[in-house]
Nanobody, 118 residues
């Protein structure tokens, strides 16, 4: 069982930066991938970034690569999403998610709203 709680969302202007945090609670972190997804109004939820908890390797959606950075703090049990040069199209509810490697995304947080104004 994995519990995820996001924080850090808010209202920012285009070009600003914002850092999201995801507090992770679980008995073991070994073998888990941690990810960020987002869902804009009227659109399907889409993948943003993923990081291996054990190895620290990451992968990004093309739309955010070079602007967003996913990282994890294995001491504080936090996953971060640093978002730079935000654009209006980044406006969405952002969700933290977790899964065991080679499985489907099973655990989800409640989401945090990010709104980017021009």
């Amino acid at each position: 069982q994995v519990q995820l709680v996001e924080s850090g969302g808010g209202l920012v202007q285009a070009g600003d930066s914002l850092r999201l945090s995801c507090a992770v609670s679980t008995r073991t972190f070994s073998g888990y991938d941690m990810g960020w997804f987002r869902q804009a109004p009227g659109k399907e939820r889409e993948f943003v970034a993923v990081i291996s908890w054990s190895r620290g390797t990451s992968f990004y959606a093309a739309s955010v690569k070079g602007r967003f950075t996913i990282s994890r703090d294995t001491v504080k049990n936090l996953v971060y999403l640093q978002m730079n040069n935000l654009k209006r199209e980044d406006t969405a509810v952002y969700y933290c998610a977790a899964k065991l490697a080679s499985t489907d995304w099973r655990y989800w947080g409640q989401g945090t709203q990010v709104t980017v104004s021009s």
